[in-house]
């Protein structure tokens, strides 16, 4: 019987870390694709070269940026 009463307080008390644990992962998975969509930003000129390799239409005109 206390192993039963044991299991019910700690169902009930790993619930409340259910969301800080779903909030870690989904900030680690953010940041994964924080850090290159940065360095697309950085260069998208090289990202516009990139998608004309590789066979993608008018890369530089989907770009608003005179410089390139």
Partial sequence: MQCKQFYKEFSRLSSYLRSPALLLARLAVAYGFYEPA???WSDMGAVAKWF???GIPFPKNCIRDNNL
């Fill in 38 to 40: 940065m360095m697309k």
């Fill in 52 to 54: 004309g390799t590789i």
